[in-house]
T-cell receptor, first 112, second 117 residues
Framework: KNQVEQSPQSLIILEGKNCTLQ??????????LRWYKQDTGRGPVSLTI?????NTKSNGRYTATLDADTKQSSLHITASQLSDSASYIC???????????FGDGTTLTVKP | DTGVSQDPRHKITKRGQNVTFRCDPI?????LYWYRQTLGQGPEFLTY????????KSRLLSDRFSAERPKGSFSTLEIQRTEQGDSAMYLC???????????????FGNGTRLTVT
């Protein structure tokens, strides 16, 4: 069964600090992995996509990594801002499924 | 605004009533998805359309739920005889998925929050 597990479930950090969110998956055959950011009361918005051949990709202060062998991904946030407070959802797509598999997200709270 | 729009944003209904939600996807997108999300959980897949064809429906979806996408444009999700357990955020997403390509992102609307009292 395709599954996506994220850790930690929630995280509180001080503004300006860095943090790393984890995603483990069992989706197969693998197509791509996306990280989405979901602000409270809004729909998720795509931050970055990782395909099989990519190990690292950056989008501003967000850096995603992918280890396709161990089926793990991480999202690193540098110099956090109050606006980074949100849920970060890992989504993995398969080449033989019309839909993607969602993790339950990590809720990040950035405090001043 | 050319994003995905959902209507209404909020719906409060009494148990046993029927409700219908509408989703207008990004106009050139051929795929449309419905998800349900409860607090602290990720979106849970309900169903999706390729143009006007409903290609998959979650086994979690009871017979009280039905979705349509006439003419491959907007979509409606109807819940009949609502129950308190139906209370959730209902998210719609669209994407342009070409044959053999799986990398298109999902573009989400801001959801319809349903409260069943």
């Amino acid at each position: 069964k395709n599954q996506v597990e994220q850790s930690p479930q929630s995280l509180i950090i001080l503004e300006g600090k860095n943090c790393t969110l984890q995603c483990n998956y069992t989706v197969s055959p693998f197509s791509n992995l996306r990280w989405y950011k979901q602000d409270t009361g809004r729909g998720p918005v795509s931050l970055t996509i990782m395909t099989f051949s990519e190990n690292t990709k950056s989008n501003g202060r967000y850096t995603a990594t992918l280890d396709a062998d161990t089926k793990q991904s991480s999202l690193h946030i540098t110099a956090s801002q109050l606006s980074d407070s949100a849920s970060y959802i890992c989504v993995v797509s398969s080449t033989n499924a019309g839909k993607s598999t969602f993790g339950d997200g990590t809720t990040l709270t950035v405090k001043p | 605004d050319t994003g995905v729009s959902q209507d209404p944003r909020h719906k409060i209904t009494k148990r046993g009533q029927n409700v219908t939600f509408r989703c207008d996807p990004i106009s050139e997108h051929n795929r449309l998805y419905w998800y349900r999300q409860t607090l602290g959980q990720g979106p849970e897949f309900l169903t999706y359309f390729q143009n006007e064809a409903q290609l998959e429906k979650s086994r979690l979806l009871s017979d009280r739920f039905s979705a349509e996408r006439p003419k491959g444009s907007f979509s409606t999700l109807e819940i009949q005889r609502t129950e308190q357990g139906d209370s959730a955020m209902y998210l719609c997403a669209s994407s342009q998925q070409d044959r053999g390509s799986y990398n298109s992102p999902l573009h989400f609307g801001n959801g319809t929050r349903l409260t069943v009292t």
